[in-house]
């Protein structure tokens, strides 16, 4: 009797340690962190306060409110509520919609919760995760997967900051700002995209810095846009790693004034999947930078290697698009200067035309730096340090360094774009339309002549399709809605598309 009171007793004292411990842990057990803080990009704190700490400062200057948006809640829903200078911080979870922001200085903010991230699903149903048209935007911290349009677009917004985002098969274009001015992409992962990964459209001032895109068929392409710094960036297993381009038929008829530098341009031999009749569709693999018709280009510090077809190759229109034809583009590369690049291992297994021109010289190896075609003024540190073909009319460079040149963004925020009926109407049909609707070629959709056709006169059927897709053709898949962009933007691209020549 004794030893059993003395064992009841010790089962006793220890099932109340164990109630102690649980009861400690769940009391005193560390708060989940959340490991992203208020972005400073927003101007939630005083960038001039050199005695404050950051997290003083964001307490006395932060005016907007935080909107949290939990699994099983809406971005969009918090986008509708949130007046400007909100942030809105999105939780781990699953949201499966389109997000379209129309509103000024809008922050949307991931928070990473041990590990975890917010995952806008598009499930292969959905066209775009986030659109936004509003200026002060920031995007970050999102894992943005299975969208069949784009990742996250922009039109005609300045000031945007798009950072931090992990983006696998968004369709046609991972990140596309189109017609911004001063913005910055960076730390972002990008793979899987069958157009460009990073896709700088006809925008101002942009710097595109620390990311990294492997697998898709452009990795970052710099096209129709001026003042743009592309540093830092880690560009493998793609098509094409690092393009400037100059594509005909666009509003912004110009590129100039770009600088590639300390990149990692590596083995960007990946077959081309990208949409039949698209420029991008004929980039050939193994191509590690490709400038077409691109002015003002710096080419500095970067280490470009294992890359099958070519290093380096600068075209013109002529020999890059050739069925490209716009009269009022300047179809040649002038004034591109290559300074000192490290370059190993590439041409090793040339195709198509380099190959062709290879042959003709008797050779079976690409060049690291190949000229085709028009072009001016253009220029080489040391021509005798790499393998080159055409760059006969080079002259030597006249400068060593673009060590001066930090960023191209400005140190405040510029002025909001104001954009007419017009060019509301012509820019949504470049950026939403025209991914998947060329003029007179099969892409995704019907081509835009069909379109033009079967709704002559009738700008509003075009509204009513884009709000409401059904399916008029078997030979064509199921077009999902466009019912989030504005009315106004709806009846714009309706209008352009019906006044559309080739």
Known sequence: MKKRSVLLKTIGAFAFLLIGLFLGRMIFKPKKVETVPIPSTMQYWNTGASKDTSAVAQAANFT???????????????????QPGDLIRVYPGT????????????GIQGVIVDGKWPVMDGKKELNDAILYSGNGITIENLKIIKYKGNGIMGQAGNN???????????????IFPQYG??????????TEIEDAAIYVGMCDNVDVKYNEVFGNVAGIEIENSRHCLVESNYAHNNTGGILAFLTPGLPIKTIFDVIIRNNFVIGNNHENFGAPGSIVSGIPKGTGVLIMAADDVIVENNIIANNDNAGITIVDLATGAPTANDPNSEPNPDRVVILDNFMIENGNNPVGEI???????????????LAMGGGTGSSIRDKN???????????????????????????????????????????TYYGVCAGCHAFDTRLIGVPTNIIQAVYEGNPQGIVDYINKPWNLRDDY???????????DAKMAVAEYILSLKK
């Open 355 to 369: 190959k062709a021109l290879m042959m003709s010289q008797l050779k079976t190896k690409g060049p690291d730096i």
């Open 95 to 106: 949201y499966s919609e389109t997000v379209y922001i129309d509103k000024d200085n809008i």
């Open 385 to 427: 340090r790499y393998r080159t073909f055409g760059l006969g009319n080079y002259g030597t460079a006249e400068i060593t360094d673009t060590k001066d040149i930090t960023t191209f963004t400005f140190k405040e925020p510029v002025a909001p774009r104001s954009v007419s009926k017009e060019e509301l109407g012509e820019l």
């Open 477 to 487: 898949p199921d077009m999902p809605s466009q019912a989030y962009l504005p009315e």
């Open 64 to 82: 907007g409110n935080i909107i949290k948006v939990e699994d099983g809640g809406s971005i969009r829903e918090a986008v509708l509520k949130a």
């Open 181 to 190: 001015k001063n913005g910055i992409v960076e730390y972002n992962i990008l």
């Open 160 to 174: 945007f900051v798009i950072r931090n985002n992990w983006i696998i098969d968004t369709g046609v274009y991972g």
